[in-house]
């Protein structure tokens, strides 16, 4: 078991530019999060899916989009990046939602200049 | 709305000595809630929850934490510090809407030799 893996580890883009960070779970979880973690402030949760083909807004979802085609992926899109969205990025899964446990993925550490 | 705060962003001890990390939270219901630690450079795992049942929990590498509903409190310790304990440390709350997890803003351990 692989666990929560993401995709890719560093990245640094230009004001403007676009990319996608993929998640990959293999637990067979229904529920999939995006967080990001900046300095003093936590992790907040970008977006969520609660099963495959469902997407939901978080706390922080301006400048992202996601989506859930396949149970085991969520991808997150930042179709214009801004230096504002320079942080670590964390994926995250769990079962049953609410009191399970939640399996975080590494972390994407991405700067936007 | 559930809410969390951690108190004191960083806290210092000495190895041996007692680990004392403080989280208070905010909830309309009974909460869950739930310790994470991260180390450097890694994603985050889970150290305890409390969902129902005993209010003192036992988690893992010696920590427990204490359900207290009259103080709305939810403090991690751990009777000896390991320098192995340094890291920054996470105390959330489930939001009943949909099993997100609201982050406290972190206190990050160190251990002095």
């Known amino acids: 078991n692989a666990g929560v893996t993401q995709t890719p580890k560093f990245r640094v883009l230009k004001t403007g530019q676009s990319m996608t960070l993929l998640c990959a779970q293999d637990m067979n979880h229904e529920y999939m999060y995006w967080y990001r973690q900046d300095p003093g402030m936590g992790l907040r949760l970008i977006h969520y899916?609660?099963?495959?083909?469902?997407?939901a807004k978080g706390e922080v979802p301006d400048g992202y989009n996601v989506s859930r085609l396949k149970k085991q992926n969520f991808l997150l899109g930042l179709e214009s990046a801004a230096p504002s969205q320079t942080s670590v990025y964390f994926c995250?899964?769990?079962?049953?939602?609410?009191?399970?446990?939640?399996?975080f993925g590494p972390g994407t550490r991405l700067t936007v200049l | 709305a559930q809410s969390v705060t951690q108190l004191g962003s960083h806290v210092s001890v000495s190895e041996g000595a007692l680990v004392l990390l403080r989280c208070n939270y905010s909830s309309s219901v009974p909460p869950y809630l739930f310790w994470y630690v991260q180390y450097p450079n890694q994603g985050l795992q889970l150290l305890l929850k409390?969902?129902?049942?005993?209010?003192l929990v036992k988690g893992i590498n010696g920590f427990e934490a204490e359900f207290k509903k009259s103080e709305t409190s939810f403090h991690l310790t751990k009777p000896s510090a390991h320098m192995s304990d340094a890291a920054e440390y996470f105390c959330?709350?489930?939001?009943?809407?949909?099993?997100?997890?609201?982050f406290g803003q972190g206190t990050e351990l160190s251990v002095k030799p």
């Open positions: 959330a709350v489930s939001d009943m809407r949909g099993g997100k997890l609201i």
């Open positions: 409390y969902t129902t049942g005993a209010t």
């Open positions: 899916s609660v099963g495959e083909g469902t997407t």
């Open positions: 995250a899964s769990n079962h049953l939602g609410l009191a399970d446990t939640q399996y």
